[in-house]
């Protein structure tokens, strides 16, 4: 604990995916902080990720929703917050297709109702800052060339990157006309362990194991940049303690993959962990229906938050898939825990030709 400050840090959608490792990260080095976790428990948030910490005499967990008013002012007035790391979300685009409003209410209300409890705080807080979690996709698609920057324009395409690029002009917007001292980073694809099996890598795991049909959207020409999770929480964390207020921050894995090609090399992994014929599980891909309003291709320039904060991935691509492919083979209760409530194979309601 030796000369850390002592600090509430509230933490929002912290039973998530990248929000557990964010939140184990705080709490097992930041012993004089003091964490709140605070999740809506949706499908995708699970305190399973956090069992681990859950006893840390610095964790404390609360359940609510970030679209209730009431309880959102009430738990700021109760803590006092010195910081708030804001990645409560729907986060997946598919759903996004389905059911836009839920994102709207969540991504661009919930954001908004933490803004304004946080303003108040910060009155009387000179300490106090706001950090938002966004998403790349607010800048649209790249073509097969080029980079996004901080300066690229937001051009968001699906009903999620168009609630989450809402969400960051709010937060831009209350630094500008409040000045609420904010951070905002935009981070590329993530993927690890705690990863709910509706996104592509953790899905085709989960469809290998089961000898089921990986659904490669379109033609599998789509394009992310990948990046394992612990290098994100590592990234957040430099960004919250110093990140320049009122700035935004590019985080990325510079690692770019073809949907067709990752999946052939999740395949080609999986069939030696299984013990499986080479090429037998590369048979499981077939081709649907393309994702209306699918963007071509994702792509980071991370110089920013290399040069001024010191940030690089340290997990190869190559590492940081076998953790995850094994981590998903010790954990099948945990996937079959998962996928038993309101879990849809989205490619069979919408996708499937
Ligand atoms: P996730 O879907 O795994 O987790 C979201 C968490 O938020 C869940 O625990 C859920 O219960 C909680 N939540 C949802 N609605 C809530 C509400 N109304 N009130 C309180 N809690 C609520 O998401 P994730 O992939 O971990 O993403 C976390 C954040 O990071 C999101 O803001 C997302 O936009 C952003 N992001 C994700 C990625 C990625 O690749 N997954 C990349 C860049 C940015
Ligand atoms: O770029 C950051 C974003 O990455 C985050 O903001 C989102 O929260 C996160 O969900 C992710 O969005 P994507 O749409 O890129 O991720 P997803 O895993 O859904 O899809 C990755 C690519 O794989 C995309 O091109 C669509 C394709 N795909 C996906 C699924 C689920 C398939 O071909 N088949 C599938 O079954």
Redesign the pocket.
Known sequence: MGGQVQKNILI????????SHVVRRFVTKYRAYRIYN?????????LENLKDVENQPNYSFIK????DVDMINALFDRHKFDGVI???????VDRSITDPLSFV???VL?TVNLLNASLEIAKNNQQFKYYH????EVYGTLGNTGLFSENSPYNPNSPYSAS?ASSDHFVRAYGETYGLPYVIS??????GPN??PE?LIPLFINNIIHNKPLPVYGDGNYTRDWLYVKD?AEAIDLVFHSGKLGETFNIGGGNEWKNIDLAKMLCRIMDVKLGRQEGQSEQLITFVKDRPGHDLRYAIDASKIENELGWRPSVTFQEGLDRTIDWYFENREWLEHVTSGDYKDYYKTQYQE
Not at 38 to 46: H, K, P, Q, S, V
Not at 64 to 67: F, L, S, V
């Open positions: 929002t959608g912290g039973a998530g995916f990248i929000g605070l999740d809506a428990l949706t499908y995708a948030g699970n609510g929703d970030i679209t804001h990645l409560a979300a729907e986060s997946h209410k969540t991504n919930g979690i966004s998403t790349d989450k935009n981070c590329s694809n993530n993927y990863q709910f996104k994100h």
